[in-house]
T-cell receptor, first 117, second 109 residues
Framework: EAGVVQSPRYKIIEKKQPVAFWCNPI?????LYWYLQNLGQGPELLIR????????DSQLPKDRFSAERLKGVDSTLKIQPAELGDSAVYLC???????????????FGPGTRLTVL | QKEVEQDPGPLSVPEGAIVSLNCTYS??????FMWYRQYSRKGPELLMY????GNKEDGRFTAQVDKSSKYISLFIRDSQPSDSATYLC?????????FGTGTRLKVLA
């Protein structure tokens, strides 16, 4: 079974430029998460999707961040314009409500490492 | 005060040692308690999860939850150099996890 796929793996941009990250979840996983991980910190949830609906976007800075999950499969996270403080790793995870695990195990992708100059 | 507190380390131990990793938390409503392992430049992978107070064992790993003290632990027996990674505790509810900062572990051959 293929894992969560993210691209690009690394991205370097200048401040004020736009940037987009792409995520392909595990096949059949209806829940998709975007997390932000700063250096030396744990992941922090940005947004959660149930199928194509964003059900928790309370931590997403909506002035510059946006996300979409068309057709309830792949998802894109965008930052426009990027700021120096956005340099971090952006992780995508997916889970399935049909799994038996009571915690709904989240499977993480390798992340996209963003550097804003 | 953060909801989840975890010592960032780093923690260095000799191969074969027993490793103890810990987290404390403040929210008594947390239902699930998890440990993730994260290798450098990789995403976190789930090691253990528990729902209630007590111990859960899986091979060389034992997870322990003490809800009365709001304290969770992960023990690694017979540690190996391949266990060198960052260990993140996470806790919360279905779909909503709060992660600790992670403890960097290095097992020396």
């Amino acid at each position: 079974e293929a894992g969560v796929v993210q691209s690009p793996r690394y991205k370097i941009i200048e401040k004020k430029q736009p940037v987009a990250f792409w995520c392909n979840p595990i096949s059949g996983h209806n829940t998709l998460y975007w997390y932000l991980q700063n250096l030396g910190q744990g992941p922090e949830l940005l947004i959660r999707y149930e199928n194509e609906e964003a059900v928790d976007d309370s931590q997403l800075p909506k002035d510059r961040f946006s996300a979409e999950r068309l057709k309830g499969v792949d998802s894109t996270l965008k930052i426009q314009p990027a700021e120096l403080g956005d340099s971090a790793v952006y992780l995508c995870a997916s889970s399935s409500t049909r799994q038996g695990s009571p915690g709904n195990e989240q499977f993480f992708g390798p992340g996209t490492r963003l550097t804003v100059l | 005060q953060k909801e989840v507190e975890q010592d960032p380390g780093p923690l260095s131990v000799p191969e074969g040692a027993i490793v103890s990793l810990n987290c404390t938390y403040s929210n008594s409503a947390f239902q699930y308690f998890m440990w993730y392992r994260q290798y450098s430049r990789k995403g976190p992978e789930l090691l253990m999860y528990t729902y209630s107070s007590g111990n859960k064992e899986d091979g060389r790993f034992t997870a322990q939850v003490d809800k009365s003290s709001k304290y969770i632990s992960l023990f690694i027996r017979d540690s190996q150099p391949s266990d060198s990674a960052t260990y993140l505790c996470a806790m919360g509810w279905t779909y909503k996890y709060i992660f600790g900062t992670g403890t960097r572990l290095k097992v020396l051959a």
